[in-house]
């Protein structure tokens, strides 16, 4: 990424209190994820938000530095969750959620929940079960199972935890597709859903998820696609018809929403998502 001069920083900020007043989408802060540039990351993790700050971003979502040491964030491990904390702060951020390892939580979820609170996190997402490719239903079902074990004890240190999906999670196995598998597994209470939009490029559309399960969907992952080019967009470019989202989204009770899309896209969603205000 290209250095933000002072000039950019100040731009960058008074856009961020204009799109505050008029309210981004929801009314919540427009918010990106940081596994989109985590190599940036890796060798400049204040000055990297102060750079998506600038670009109008007012929210992020973390990787686990322990999960995810090696795509990124293994220099963030000797921060104690206090100094993330307050690096996040001071670039103008708020940070309510984080991906996590599946087998980390699974391995070491008392030292990630304490690390979460102190963090100031409200949300604990399994980014991944991470099954073989050739798994079976009943494994997706113990998946399923575990992590309501680990919602249960996150609930009971006030935070929710949630599972964020890929397109494998969109396939069917003996006639039923997974995903709706997983809905009906999950207990609604202990695991809530995180929808990663880009589905909508194998022709599932975040929308009907979000109106047939009001309540189960606690955020978002934004990106758009182009069905002439096939290939991703930047938000508001693509097929997604965002108002129609945003809409099931508020009547869903959606917490949050983050653009995870590569630089450029990160970039050029902003302006779209201001717009989209209310």
Same mark, same amino acid.
């Given at each position: ?107 070491? #979820? &008392? =030292?990630?929940?304490?690390? $979460?609170?102190? *963090? ?9 079960? %991470? @099954?073989?490719?050739?798994?079976? #239903? &009943? =494994?997706?079902?113990?998946? $399923?199972?575990? *992590? ?9 240190? %006030? @935070? ?119």
């Amino acid at each position: 990424m290209e250095t933000v001069s002072r000039r950019q920083l100040l731009a960058g900020s008074a856009l961020g209190l204009a799109g505050a007043l008029r309210a981004d989408p929801l009314g919540l802060p427009i918010g990106f994820q940081s596994f989109s540039v985590r190599e940036l990351i890796g060798k400049d993790f204040a000055g990297t938000l102060r750079q998506m700050a600038a670009l109008g971003y007012r929210s992020v979502e973390m990787c686990s530095p322990p999960g995810y040491e090696k795509s990124g964030f293994g220099s963030l491990i000797k921060l104690k969750a206090s100094e993330v904390r307050g690096i996040i702060q001071a670039a103008g951020l708020t940070c309510e959620s984080s991906h996590y390892g599946f087998r980390e939580l699974k391995e070491s #979820l &008392d =030292d990630r929940i304490a690390y $979460a609170k102190e *963090l100031g996190l409200k949300q604990m997402i399994v980014s991944s079960f %991470g @099954l073989r490719p050739e798994a079976t #239903l &009943d =494994d997706w079902r113990r998946a $399923a199972e575990d *992590l309501n074990n680990i919602g249960e004890k996150t609930r009971k240190a %006030g @935070l929710q935890a949630g599972f964020h999906n890929h397109n494998g999670e969109f396939k069917e196995i003996g006639g039923v597709l997974i995903y709706d598998e997983l809905l009906r597994r999950f207990d609604p209470k202990l695991v809530k859903l995180q929808f990663q939009v880009a589905v909508v490029s194998i022709g599932f559309e975040a929308a009907t998820y979000l109106n047939r399960f009001p309540g189960r969907f606690i955020s978002l992952h934004l990106a758009d696609w182009s069905a002439t080019e096939k290939k991703s967009v930047a938000v508001g470019q693509g097929v997604v018809d965002w108002k129609k989202l945003f809409a099931a989204a508020k009547k869903g009770g959606v917490k949050n929403y983050y653009v995870e899309m590569n630089l450029d896209l990160l970039q050029t969603s902003v302006p779209y998502l201001r717009q989209l205000k209310g």
